[in-house]
């Protein structure tokens, strides 16, 4: 059975760092495109990262710079470093992957099959 559990969630001062996991189970996370995606309270669902199965990687205009996204191949977990946190990134956290192998990652929600059940990101002091 294919699932993705996400971890790492908390909470965290502005200006500090997490990091989020997202563990993949029943399934090769290598070979499909992940994305991490956000939602917060009254607010759509955001593409916020993704890596494509070759490597390349993607970000929003408003992490750029701040949050980074790498893959373990080993663990078959992809992870999304964030630093320099501000209140405005506060949210549920979700990875999601691609059903589609080889493709090349979007931050469209929609082009996403299999989601984790979040975890919750807090910023402030």
């Known amino acids: 059975q294919l699932q993705l559990v996400e971890s790492g969630g908390g909470l965290v001062q502005p200006g500090g760092s997490l990091r989020l996991s997202c563990a993949a189970s029943?399934?090769?996370?290598?070979?499909?495109?992940i994305g991490w995606f956000r939602q917060a309270p009254g607010k759509e669902r955001e593409g916020v990262s993704c890596?494509?199965?070759?490597?390349?990687?993607n970000y929003a205009d408003s992490v750029k710079g701040r949050f980074t996204i790498s893959r373990d191949n080993a663990k078959n977990t992809v992870y999304l470093q964030m630093n320099s946190l501000k209140p405005e990134d506060a949210a549920i956290y979700y990875c999601a992957a691609d059903g589609i192998l080889f493709r090349q990652c979007q931050l469209s929600a929609h082009e996403y099959d299999y989601w984790g059940q979040g975890t919750q990101v807090t910023v402030s002091s």
């Open positions: 890596f494509s199965s070759g490597g390349s990687s």
């Open positions: 029943g399934f090769t996370l290598y070979y499909y495109a």
